[in-house]
């Protein structure tokens, strides 16, 4: 006999009574997990815009072995499931000799992964750039370093800014994927409350309102930042 079949027992599994106050002796653990996902995500941030702007750089204006081989890393990391990078990166590396804590192997995961698409946005700037820029300022005696920092980065940055911003986004919410090899992040600790609590609908309730309001905090700082950094676009 289904479930279906027994409409009384049916009604009674739905007359479900919510607890949210039950989670009050927890709001330490959420926290703690919260504060977990900004650094991991704050790191991965950091070193996956810097590893990026190597690898645009070096695919665009690279020797034709280097842009092959920055492409064939592009196109792995973005064309295989994050998760499985993660796991190759945790349970995997141990095998080569190389063992990361938690943390680390989500963090190392992220910032591969994340410098991927960020590496393409990056791209897709320097190649929309005029070709006469960067030629005239060759000719005056611009050095590598102020060609990149005044014409191509100023440029590109502004010009990608929206495309990063949106990708920094989905980077935030990617950490949650790092609670997969026990990294206690905001999913991980939700997790174990959800254990302890056996209220799983108001525990998982709880974290995607946070990680709502974490992304939604995350996108107005990166709107100011936006308008203090590039005041020609405010108009």
């Not at 959420?30 to 070193?47: C, K, P, Q």
Request: hydrophobic residues 55%; charged residues 10%.
């Amino acid at each position: 006999m289904s479930r279906t079949d027994r409409p009384g027992l049916f009604l009674s599994e739905m007359n479900y009574r919510f607890h949210f106050q039950s989670l009050a002796p927890y709001c330490a653990q959420f926290v703690d997990g919260l504060l977990v996902t900004i650094r991991l995500a704050s790191l991965s941030l950091v070193f996956g815009l810097l590893v990026a702007a190597v690898l645009a750089f070096a695919r665009v204006f690279g020797p034709w072995p280097v842009r092959r081989l920055v492409s064939a890393y592009t196109e792995t990391f973005r064309n295989t499931p994050f998760l499985v990078q993660l796991f190759m990166i945790f349970f995997g590396l141990p095998t080569l000799g190389l063992r990361l804590t938690p943390f680390g192997a989500g963090l190392l995961a992220l910032v591969l992964n994340s410098a991927a698409y960020l590496a393409e946005i990056l791209r897709a700037g320097i190649v929309s750039l005029p070709k006469g820029q960067i030629e005239s300022a060759r000719v005056l005696g611009m050095g590598p370093v102020a060609l990149i920092r005044d014409i191509l980065l100023a440029q590109v940055v502004s010009r990608m800014y929206p495309a990063l911003c949106a990708q920094m986004n989905v980077l935030v919410l990617n950490t949650s994927v790092a609670s997969a090899i026990a990294v206690d992040e905001l999913t991980g600790m939700s997790m174990i409350v959800a254990s302890n609590t056996y209220r799983s609908f108001e525990v998982f309730s709880v974290m995607a309102l946070v990680y709502l309001v974490l992304t939604l905090a995350v996108a107005g700082l990166l709107r100011l930042i936006g308008f203090w950094a590039f005041p020609w676009k405010r108009a």
